[in-house]
């Protein structure tokens, strides 16, 4: 432990002495004034620059003759002010962090939609040729439903997938394909905000993205 140069002066209030304290982490270079008041077992120290104000309270050792020295320790925190600035910068950062992902989000919502019309419509060209019968694809709000032709009539066979919310979907003509492998193509466009993807079905039965 370091030790502290001391230069006592006894007066009537007690003894006034002039410490060079150790330079430590938080503690600034300079030479204190410190004040032993006798009655209340307290000090105060006021710092070459002025500073002042910190008390510590101690005790005395018989045996030694020592001082045993209590400080209090200062804490360090946030003011209210300091926590406000903070939490609106935060969400000024969420703000923008949103704005810019919504994009992402859209176009791949709409990636979704597209795979799941395309699939819709390779099931059916799969059944058309198994059952030996037509099948098509229809869209019932933001339902995929697998259709086949019995008697003449179109008839739902199976709820195929839902479309994510806010997908349209627009067709030339609902594609269509035959026990034989062909089709009667058509071009299906869909759209979300700003951004579309087309599936497209050619008389041959081939199904792709254009």
Known sequence: ???LKNRSQTTCCGTRSRLALPVGRRSMAGVATLHWKNASNSISITSSDGHSGLTSRFSSSPSSGALLIRTPIERAGFTLIELLLALALLGIL??????????????????TATSYLQSALEEAKIRALRNLRSYRVQLEQQEVWLESKQSSRWQAEQLWEVLPEGVSVTATRWPSFSASGFAVGGTLTLQLE???RQVR???VGRIYQP
């Open 194 to 196: 700003d951004w579309t």
């Open 94 to 111: 969420l703000g923008l962090g949103i704005v810019s992902l919504s994009p992402l989000v859209a176009q791949s919502h709409l990636d």
């Open 201 to 203: 079905v050619s008389p």
């Open 1 to 3: 432990m370091s030790s």
